[in-house]
């Protein structure tokens, strides 16, 4: 059993920052993916960003050099420093694991960027 509980997210006005955290508990293996995904209102589920436990990422492009992604391996973290944010960030953002063919997501945090 795999448990992914998230926090850091609110309200933000445009430009401004916010960091997310993750913190995964239970069966975690050293080998796995972590990382987040977003859903706006009336729209699918997208890749944020993610990174491997060797430290290879994948960011959207709409993120890139605005999103900072990291993880704690040791404490099984993965973090998302969220700089110059635009409205159109607005969305739940979900953390994600992935390991070994089974994936596993946060109950999800609120990020609403509004002036």
């Known amino acids: 059993q795999v448990q992914l509980v998230e926090s850091g997210g609110g309200l933000v006005q445009p430009g401004g920052s916010l960091r997310l955290s993750c913190a995964a508990s239970g069966s975690i293996f050293s080998n796995n993916v972590m990382g987040w995904f977003r859903q706006a209102p009336g729209k699918q589920r997208d890749l944020v960003a993610v990174?491997?436990?060797?430290?290879?990422?994948n960011y959207e492009g709409s993120v890139k050099g605005r999103f900072t992604i990291s993880r704690d391996n040791a404490k099984n973290t993965v973090f998302l420093q969220m700089d110059s944010l635009k409205p159109e960030d607005t969305a739940v953002y979900y953390c994600?694991?992935?390991?070994?063919?089974?994936?596993?997501w946060g109950q999800g945090t609120q990020v609403t960027v509004s002036s």
């Open positions: 994600y694991l992935d390991q070994r063919g089974s994936t596993y």
């Open positions: 990174m491997a436990t060797g430290g290879i990422t």
